[in-house]
């Protein structure tokens, strides 16, 4: 059972960055493909970033390539994502999730999810 937490989301200025971390504890965070997704009111939850277990390799959603970094650090069991020049369509609840199959954007593969941060941007 892995434990997952995210923390750093709040409310920016359109082209304000921001960086969201997750902790994960209760097990071995390396060997987990980690992912975020967000969910603004009113939409389906969305892929918008993944990771490898080492951080090799990542996969990106079209709506925030260029723009958003994410980036794990398996000595301190977090994953995070830098989020830079903010857009309002990116104002959502942005969940971590760990996945044991591999850098995939299908929701149903990852087994753990965090609670989920509240990213605002206002315009």
């Known amino acids: 059972q892995v434990h997952l937490v995210e923390s750093g989301g709040g409310l920016v200025q359109a082209g304000d960055s921001l960086r969201v971390s997750c902790a994960a504890s209760?097990?071995?965070?390396?060997?987990?493909?980690m992912g975020w997704f967000r969910q603004a009111p009113g939409k389906e939850r969305e892929f918008v970033a993944a990771i490898a277990r080492s951080g090799g390799g990542t996969d990106y959603a079209d709506s925030v390539k260029g723009r958003f970094t994410i980036s794990r650090d398996n000595a301190k069991n977090t994953v995070y994502l830098q989020m830079n020049t903010l857009k309002p369509e990116d104002t959502a609840v942005y969940y971590c999730?760990?996945?044991?199959?591999?850098?995939?954007?299908?929701?149903?593969?990852?087994?753990?999810w965090g609670q989920g941060t509240q990213v605002t941007v206002s315009s």
């Open positions: 209760g097990g071995t965070f390396s060997s987990y493909f």
């Open positions: 999730a760990a996945a044991s199959v591999g850098v995939t954007r299908i929701r149903s593969l990852y087994r753990y």
